[in-house]
């Protein structure tokens, strides 16, 4: 059975610009989270997503939206980047909501 | 309030010897599950080990045993036999699946292991 898969693996933008990340959970899993990971705040929950409906945000500004497809592949975009926010950004998937989480091998966002 | 606690930053062991990992959890719920991640310098998170709140016995998996003390609310990892590619950041998490259900996670402990 295929992992996660997120993409693109690094990115590099502009203050101000627009980025959409993209994950592909593992084939049957229904439960999408995504994570941002920084060497000061460590990893923190940014959403999760469940029947294409999301079921929990954590404390980002609105910037930070995502979504669910049908497929159950998702997207995170975050609008007007701040140099902040460079990060490595993990998707994890899991069958259901509380089982374990099985993680993609991130996306690293750089904000200049 | 911090619901996970990782007290060690950094811990070193030596080769083929066995470490513990320490993990104290924050919860007033009855339901609850306690995990343990790996991190290599690659990034990628590794599932280890998952306890349930209602397990009665002990997680393990291969050489990672999970330490469950519920009355302490201590979950610690403990890896027998250490191997160098076990060298890794390691982090315990916690969900809770009638308090929002997000995975919180532990600010980590940077393991080395010593040939």
């Known amino acids: 059975k295929a992992g996660v898969t997120q993409t693109p693996r690094y990115l590099i933008k502009t203050r101000g610009q627009q980025v959409t990340l993209s994950c592909s959970p593992i084939s049957g899993h229904r439960s999408v989270s995504w994570y941002q990971q920084t060497p000061g705040q460590g990893l923190q929950f940014l959403f999760e997503?469940?029947?294409?409906?999301?079921?929990n945000k954590g404390n980002f500004p609105g910037r930070f939206s995502g979504r669910q497809f049908s497929n159950s592949r998702s997207e995170m975009n975050v609008s007007t980047l701040e140099l902040g926010d460079s990060a490595l950004y993990l998707c994890?998937?899991?069958?259901?909501?509380?089982?374990?989480?099985?993680f993609g091998p991130g996306t690293r966002l750089t904000v200049t | 309030a911090q619901k996970i606690t990782q007290t060690q930053p950094g811990m070193f062991v030596q080769e083929k010897e066995a470490v513990t990992l320490d993990c104290t959890y924050d919860t007033s719920d009855q339901s609850y599950g306690l995990f343990w991640y790996k991190q290599p310098s690659s990034g990628e998170m590794i599932f280890l080990i998952y306890q349930g709140s209602y397990d009665e016995q002990n997680a393990t998996e291969g050489r990672y045993s999970l330490n469950f003390q519920k009355a302490r609310k201590s979950a610690n990892l403990v890896i027998s036999a250490s191997q160098l590619g076990d060298s890794a950041m390691y982090f315990c998490?916690?969900?809770?699946?009638?308090?929002?259900?997000?995975?919180?996670f532990g600010a980590g402990t940077r393991l080395t292991v010593k040939p």
């Open positions: 997503y469940f029947s294409e409906t999301q079921r």
């Open positions: 994890a998937s899991s069958y259901y909501r509380a089982h374990e989480q099985y």
């Open positions: 998490a916690m969900r809770e699946p009638y308090n929002n259900n997000d995975m919180r």
